[in-house]
Nanobody, 122 residues
Framework: QVQLVESGGGLVQPEGSLRLSCAAS????????MGWYRQAPGKQRELVAI??????NYADSVKGRFTISRDNAKNTVYLQMNSLKPDDTAVYYC?????????????????WGRGTQVTVSS
């Protein structure tokens, strides 16, 4: 019902920057929260940053280096990542929840993107 498509991942050297984008599409009525999670090999998926209303929360490991922002008109969320470290290497996933129009009326949804690889290496 709701598709999330991430872009912007890639290979970057330590201390470099990347900007991830995630666009939501579908019969969306409203989006409550949009966020970014990541999963490194052999580790559990973890929250990186989330934007809900006027609030933003970040994992301690990325505070001061990453910035999340939203374009509500475009149903898009961004993650600006600066001062990247090798420990930031992971697959980054976009997540969103809200309401979507269906034949049965407004329905709550939670959707995940397929992920985009971020590799920080020299």
């Amino acid at each position: 019902q709701v598709q999330l498509v991430e872009s912007g991942g890639g290979l970057v050297q330590p201390e470099g920057s990347l900007r991830l984008s995630c666009a939501a599409s579908g019969s969306i009525l409203n989006i409550n929260a949009m966020g970014w999670y990541r999963q490194a090999p052999g580790k559990q998926r973890e929250l990186v940053a989330i934007s809900a209303g006027w609030r933003e929360n970040y994992a301690d490991s990325v505070k001061g280096r990453f910035t999340i922002s939203r374009d509500n008109a475009k149903n898009t969320v961004y993650l600006q990542m600066n001062s990247l470290k090798p420990d930031d290497t992971a697959v980054y996933y976009c997540n969103a929840d809200g309401r979507v129009a269906t034949a049965m009326g407004p329905t709550y949804f939670v959707s995940w993107g397929r992920g985009t690889q971020v590799t920080v290496s020299s």
